[in-house]
């Protein structure tokens, strides 16, 4: 049964950093692509990061998060990280970790197998 368990989230002021992890449970974690999303309260889930199996190769969605946030990956661990950094309160959300064993399009979430319940990131300006 696989199982992605995220936590780190929280509260924090504008401009602060957050560092959110997903542990995977269930999978050969190093067969997967990773993805991050966020769902912010009556907006659609929308595409933050991904990382390639390997971890050699990262994407990110353009203007919103690109250059603040990092996204990495630890294969021994099996667990990947969403490190924020100058937080605005538009990145407000619930973030989700998502598994896919597809190349390529990680924006989009219909192309990820498995999800995790979600962690919060509230940020207050």
């Known amino acids: 049964q696989v199982q992605l368990v995220e936590s780190g989230g929280g509260l924090v002021q504008a401009g602060g950093s957050l560092r959110i992890s997903c542990a995977a449970s269930g999978l050969t974690f190093s067969q997967y692509n990773m993805g991050w999303f966020r769902q912010a309260p009556g907006k659609e889930r929308d595409f933050v990061a991904a990382i390639n199996r390997s971890g050699g190769s990262t994407y990110y969605a353009t203007d919103s998060v690109k250059g603040r946030f990092t996204i990495s990956r630890d294969n021994a661990k099996n667990t990947v990280t969403l490190q924020m950094n100058s937080l605005k309160s538009e990145d407000t959300a619930v973030y989700y970790c998502?598994?896919?064993?597809?190349?390529?399009?990680?924006?989009?979430?219909?192309?990820?197998?498995?999800w995790g319940q979600g962690t919060q990131v509230t940020v207050s300006s």
């Open positions: 998502a598994t896919t064993l597809y190349s390529g399009y990680y924006y989009q979430a219909s192309r990820y197998d498995y």
